[in-house]
C-alpha cells in the first residue's frame, strides 16, 4: 500500500554540452525529500510541485536522463526555472 501523502522530491541537472536529456541527481520521501527541497531553496533552486512528474522522476535510477515521454512536462518546468532566473536576474540590476 503507497501512501499518496508522503512527501517526495527529485531533483533534475541538465547540461547542455554532457547531456542529450535532464538526469536525475537526487530523489527521496520522507526526511530526504525534505532535505532536497531544503538544499534547493538555500542555493536558489526554483522548486515546483507536480506529484505525477515526482512519481515518475521516483522510478527512474539517479543519474538516469528522463524518458522522452517526460520531456514535454519537464521541458515546461525548466522554462518556468529560466523566466524566474531571468525576472530575479533583472531585479537584481533594476
Not at 4 to 22: C, F, G, H, Q, T
Not at 62 to 78: C, D, F
Request: hydrophobic share 40%.
Amino acid at each position: 500500500m503507497t501512501d499518496n501523502k508522503v512527501k517526495k522530491a527529485a531533483a533534475l541537472k541538465y547540461e547542455r554540452s554532457r547531456d542529450r536529456a535532464p538526469r536525475v541527481i537526487a530523489k527521496g520521501a520522507r526526511k530526504i525529500a525534505e532535505r532536497i527541497i531544503e538544499l534547493a531553496r538555500e542555493k536558489g533552486i526554483p522548486i515546483t510541485e507536480d506529484p505525477d512528474l515526482v512519481g515518475a522522476l521516483m522510478k527512474l535510477d539517479l543519474q538516469e536522463q528522463i524518458p522522452e515521454e517526460l520531456y514535454k512536462t519537464v521541458a515546461e518546468i525548466l522554462a518556468f526555472a529560466y523566466r524566474i532566473n531571468k525576472k530575479m536576474e533583472t531585479d537584481l540590476h533594476s
